[in-house]
């Protein structure tokens, strides 16, 4: 389905009065954004301020974090995820997650993309072997690896083609969101450009929200930049959320400007 | 030891000397360690090779121990020490590393605060008191329920060599798990992963090294020993035939040498045979040992990937 981007995206979900709290500490206060279907949507701000403990509360994989505490709502197209009845294990195949580090499992290429649809109960080998292969078409790495995919064990892999197989790994399953926290920051330039290169392409199916520290990666590859900052209290609020173009050339708060001039952070 | 500054020089003079007694006290004790490694295996060596010499490999490769008719078939004894050994991983090794993963990965904090002292306490108790256990508990037992003729069997002594490796298991195989890091896990639950799925198709084929380790260790742990065996097996040294063998007595190679040591004339035949048994049971661990080394070997290698 290659749909072209509509000129009034619809909201993919819309979080609304977030508190995060590890313990007696409150990381995230009264977060409120939309996150847009099929755009690109970027994180900013200094580190310690919260990106990725928001990015992990749309998966919910803070839930395991001892002493964690969230409150008010994530909605994935309308629907609640912190609603008790709604499914953890389901969300997460619909709302898949790329780590800052590439974290690929110490198995063949092949079991590493398999990995999401044989939990899905898709055994047959030769569904498996399209899907493997496609996703690994997807991330531009099946020219790298399709003579050995299959015996090739993922940890012998270059850490930015690695980090294309955990892409791979993630899609192979056709999540509607992907979350993507610094997934580049381990990389060296080329390969960081790759990844930009690619999430450029992924957003036509995709809805994407990636945490980056680097501004001129987020005007690059971003639709919606957010910028999120810690007050005084050591608390995490966003501080500004907008068209990323309107964000970097007209910022309305002064916190704002001053983070993208780099005057802190 | 040092004094402070005017007397300096005359403090660490004596200190000196003494600094040299315990680098060469502990330089000696090093060496001599090493020294009577060497002995014991020159010896176990003088005292083992005759028997290859002096008995025909005809007989000595046969199926018949009957010592005081010279028949000195080894064959049942080895395949003995192979049927105990192998039935106990059996039993041993699902549920070592079960209890490993429940400890490791399932069970409460509290349980496991509970749990591993508990296991090393099991790892500590004397192997006669187990042997003990299994003639008077166990033993009984198992003629009752598999209606075996006698209760000293195969089956009893692989099930208290079980009991014997499985704190080895458990222990190393639940280092194994802990050693699988925290990203692979993570990875597994964000693709919609369940815990339990997690566990099996992540967690524990990551650390299969190790716990393939845990399983040598265990073997070795079951194959040396010599007291409990002994006592609960039987003693028969026949070959074990077909799958019902596990129901009769064996007699294993630990256990032939410690009863008939005592008896036979120093230099007889018999006597270097039963130091060859010794030496063919070192040449098994010493494998066996090495197959571990190489594996923690290929671990390390590869550990610096991740
Ligand atoms: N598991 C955790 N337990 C307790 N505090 C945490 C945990 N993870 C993050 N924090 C704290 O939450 C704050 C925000 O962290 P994080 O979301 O990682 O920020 P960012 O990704 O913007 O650098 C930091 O002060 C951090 O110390
Ligand atoms: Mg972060």
Known sequence: ?265 | MKKPSSQTRVARLPSRPLEFAIESLIRVLGFSAIGFVTLIFIFLLTEGLPAFLQVRPGNLFSTRWYPTFDLYGVLPLISGSALVTITAMLIAFPMGLFTAVFVREVAPNWAREVLKPLIEVLAGIPSVVLGFFGMTMLAPIVREVLGAPTGLTALTGAIILAYMSLPTIISVAEDALDAVPKSYRDASLAMGATRWQTIWRVVVPSARSGILMALMLGMGRAIGETMAVMMVTGNAARMPEGLQAILKPVRTMTATIAAEMGEVAHGSTHYHVLFGIGLILFAITFLINLAVASMMFQKRSRGGLR
């Not at chain 1, 509509?6 to 508190?19: D, M, Q, Y």
């Not at chain 1, 992907?178 to 999430?199: N, Q």
């Not at chain 1, 992924?202 to 001129?216: A, C, G, R, S």
């Open chain 1, 1 to 265: 389905m290659m749909e072209r981007r509509k000129s009034t995206p619809g909201t993919k979900i819309a979080v609304e009065h977030l508190n995060v709290h590890y313990g007696k500490k409150q990381v995230l206060a009264d977060i409120c954004i939309e996150i847009k279907e099929r755009q690109i949507t970027a994180l900013i701000g200094p580190s310690g301020c919260g990106k990725s403990t928001f990015l992990r509360s749309l998966n919910r994989m803070n839930d395991a974090v001892p002493g964690a505490r969230i409150e008010g709502e994530v909605r994935l197209d309308g629907e609640n995820i912190y609603n008790p009845r709604f499914d953890v294990v389901q969300l997460r195949q619909r709302v898949g997650m790329v780590f800052q580090r590439p974290n690929p499992f110490p198995q063949s290429i092949y079991d590493n993309v398999a990995f999401g649809p044989r939990i899905l109960g898709i055994r047959r080998r030769s569904r498996l072997d399209e899907i493997v292969e496609q996703s690994l078409r997807e991330v531009n790495l099946w020219d790298e690896v399709k003579e050995t995919f299959r015996k090739q064990n993922a940890l012998t892999l270059s850490l930015g083609q690695q980090q294309r197989l955990c892409i791979a790994r993630t899609i192979a399953t056709r999540p509607e969101v992907i979350l993507m926290d610094e997934p580049a920051s381990a990389l060296d330039p080329i390969e960081t450009l790759r990844i930009e290169d690619l999430m450029r392409a992924l957003v036509q199916e995709y809805t994407i929200v990636i945490v980056t520290h680097n501004m001129q990666q987020a005007a690059r590859v971003s639709d919606w930049t957010a910028f999120f900052l810690t007050d005084d209290g050591q608390i995490g609020k966003l501080v500004e959320y907008g068209e990323t173009g309107r964000v970097f050339t007209n910022p309305r708060d002064q916190r704002t400007v001053d983070y993208i001039t780099g005057r802190f952070g």
